[in-house]
């Protein structure tokens, strides 16, 4: 067979494939398929062969580009199913107001928070958000994230959004990074509707998902976007979250919901009843809804860099989603309130000290379970054969340093669809 791509010699090759059901649900997390002395091979942007070094060699003729990996683990490419990387100006004030005491909901209801972001954002052109969001996503590839999902929600007027949603899409075609694309209109009730938030509601509902969907096709999206909604106490309460949900699948959205980030509404057994693609955060969740999750396909993602990020010592409880057999995915919540953070594999050693995930089941979780919780778990975030050809080569002997330590950056290069993106063998920070 002629290839384009072979990684070859790996110390440790980690193929995380799909169990029979999917995602790695439950205690099943953590399945690696780890081979020593591993190799991967790709043709037009697809794995072909992944396995032992001698096996797949033994079935390859012409090679365009050989790798060697000696020493080194290779991994998927990471997914991150949960950013908001559209953002102009920064929260360095507001961070600041936190260390001295201020909480995150306080400052929300004092008009800063979101829409602080917002009123810095709302205005901004398309090419403007493309040039603000282009570092961040290099920083995130150069991480290892290959597939990244982006949400909308700091416009919160229609064309402000349609803007957003035009400035991930543009950028999803410029960025070797695979964008995946969600409309948060439903983030904050702006001050503008703070007196009538039901206006706000309907506005989304009959204006902006109609608008959306019509952008979504004029810009040539093959669907439309995910639809998600800030179900919490400051935001949406649990019956406007659910009539925007249910008018976003009425639509034919597939739909996200952030729920129980810092108070329980009910939204996590709303995402169960509406069948969701993900549920995220899960923070303060009841047990009697985290039951749900063992039944259903909603992806339950946790998101820990948003309590380390406000310094808040409550993490979702990782072990009883387990044990429900939910499907766990793990994301950054890159956005600049709570959670800068451009790091998967920081995102992986939070989740193994605060969530108790073992080094395979954070990255499990941010493989393979992150692709499903953005419906491509069919074709990224494994080295299966027949998956995505984007892995990374990470400057490790053993995978499970990659939870163990932090701080660096343990990536030395990035293969997308075959193609070397990132290679940092010679600069290490
Ligand atoms: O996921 N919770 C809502 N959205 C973000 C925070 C956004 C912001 O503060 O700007 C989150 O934590
Ligand atoms: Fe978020």
Not at 25 to 51: F, H, M, N, Y
Request: proline share 6%; with cysteine; charged share 20%.
């Amino acid at each position: 067979m002629d290839v384009d791509l072979w990684v070859h010699s790996a110390a440790q090759l980690c193929i995380v494939p799909p169990s029979p059901e999917g995602p790695q649900r439950g205690r099943r997390l953590g399945e690696l398929g780890l081979i020593s002395d591993g190799a991967v091979a790709i043709k037009d942007g697809i794995v072909v062969a992944s396995g032992p070094t001698d096996e797949v060699g033994g079935q390859l003729d012409a090679i365009a580009v050989e790798i060697d990996a000696r020493g080194k683990v290779v991994a998927p490419g990471f997914v991150d199913p949960h950013t908001h990387l559209v953002w102009m100006g920064d929260r360095a004030a507001e961070f600041e107001q936190r260390v001295a005491g201020a909480t995150y909901l306080e400052i929300m209801a004092a008009g800063g928070g979101i829409m602080a972001t917002v009123r810095a954002t709302r205005a901004a052109p398309v090419a403007e958000l493309v040039d603000a969001m282009r570092p961040r996503l290099d920083r995130m590839l150069a991480h290892g994230a290959t597939t990244v999902e982006v949400k909308t929600g700091y416009g919160l007027d229609t064309e402000a959004e349609l803007r957003q949603l035009e400035a991930i899409v543009t950028l999803d075609r410029q960025h070797p990074v695979a964008l995946v694309p969600t409309f948060l209109g439903a983030h904050a009730i702006p001050v503008e509707f703070r007196e009538c938030p039901e206006a706000y509601v309907m506005l989304v509902i009959e204006e902006m998902l109609p608008a959306v969907a019509d952008k979504a096709r004029a810009l040539g999206l093959a669907r439309l976007p995910f639809c998600d909604v800030f179900c919490e106490a400051s935001a949406f309460d649990l019956d406007q979250s659910r009539r925007i949900l249910e008018a976003a699948r009425a639509l034919g959205f597939p739909l996200k919901i952030h729920v129980d980030e810092f108070e329980p509404l009910g939204g996590a057994r709303l995402a169960t009843e509406l069948g969701a693609v993900s549920a995220d955060h899960l923070v303060c969740t009841p047990p009697e809804e985290i039951a749900r999750f063992g039944e259903v396909d909603t992806v339950a993602v946790s998101l820990p860099c948003t309590p380390f990020g406000l310094g808040h010592h409550a993490y979702t409880p990782a072990q009883a989603f387990l044990d429900a057999g939910a499907a766990l995915a793990l994301a950054t919540d890159c956005n600049p309130g709570t959670a800068w953070n451009e790091s998967l594999p920081f995102v992986m050693a939070l989740a193994s000290r605060y969530l108790r995930l073992t080094p395979a089941q954070a990255l499990a979780a941010s493989t393979l379970n992150a692709a499903y919780a953005l419906e491509l778990g069919d074709r990224a975030g494994s080295l299966a054969v027949g998956y995505a050809g984007d892995l990374v080569i990470l400057d490790l002997p053993d995978y499970r340093q990659l939870a163990y330590r932090f701080g660096t950056n343990p990536v030395e290069k990035v293969i997308k669809a075959g193609k070397v993106v990132v290679d940092r063998s010679v600069a290490h920070d």
